[in-house]
């Protein structure tokens, strides 16, 4: 289907163009288009009715917000469901039976809450492997240095220097010039086994020390 015939099908659907759109895969978000080879081909069915499967022309993607998708969007730093629960609304009272509603309501955020609880897993494993490589990287020389202009930024505004402009010192006491990324920076923040110095050893900028003692 082309996306003039696409159209005209919704068109014809809602002259209005006031409904919403219910497909399968979720939401729809984006639509984006490509040359018909690029990223697999594309599939459509022609005037006799045969399957095409083609990489010719164009097409254009349609992308989806599944649960998974937007839970992802709104988590953050959120350790419980229960802070973003709120993000999840309602609009079900033309359901005459009150159990009709609550089994709708129970579906849909118990899709959320495992989708939010399988990621929680999924971030706290990396986050760990990531701790252990930068403890490794300490106990062999490395050291770690946060901009202190850090504490200068107003809280809403983009900070990058929580992770981005840190001072990472190797072995041989060598900034690092493309050290400070998240992997490294994160799981210092992160975690409760390291401390914030202002120890004057690089001007301008706080040690973080390990000290598994604190945990």
């Given at each position: 289907m082309t996306t003039a015939e696409f159209i005209k099908m919704l068109q014809e659907a809602d002259p209005k163009g006031t409904a919403h759109i219910r497909m399968e895969g979720g939401v729809p978000h984006a639509a984006i288009l490509k040359p018909g080879y690029y990223d697999g081909p594309y599939s459509y069915i022609d005037e006799d009715f045969n399957w095409v499967k083609s990489a010719s022309g164009s097409k254009v993607d349609i992308?989806?917000?599944?649960?998974?998708?937007f839970v992802d969007r709104v988590k953050g730093k959120s350790r419980s469901f229960d802070e973003i629960k709120h993000k999840f609304k309602f609009e079900l009272g033309t359901y005459v039976y009150p159990e009709q509603i609550k089994e709708r309501e129970d579906a849909l955020l118990e899709e959320a809450e495992k989708a939010f609880n399988d990621m929680l897993d999924i971030e706290d494993g990396m986050l760990q492997r990531q701790l252990e490589e930068v403890i490794e990287k300490?106990?062999?020389?490395?050291?770690?240095?946060?901009?202190?202009e850090v504490d200068q930024v107003p809280e809403d505004e983009m900070n990058y220097h929580?992770?981005?402009?840190?001072?990472?010192?190797?072995?041989?006491?060598?900034?690092?010039?493309?050290?400070?990324?998240?992997?490294?920076?994160?799981?210092?923040?992160e975690s409760s086994q390291w401390t914030k110095h202002d120890n004057g050893v690089i001007l301008g900028y706080y040690e973080w020390i390990y000290t598994p003692d604190n945990v």
């Open positions: 992308h989806c917000i599944d649960v998974w998708d300490y106990n062999d020389g490395w050291r770690f240095y946060q901009n202190k929580v992770y981005y402009t840190w001072k990472i010192v190797n072995p041989e006491g060598i900034v690092e010039s493309n050290g400070s990324t998240p992997y490294l920076t994160e799981p210092i923040l």
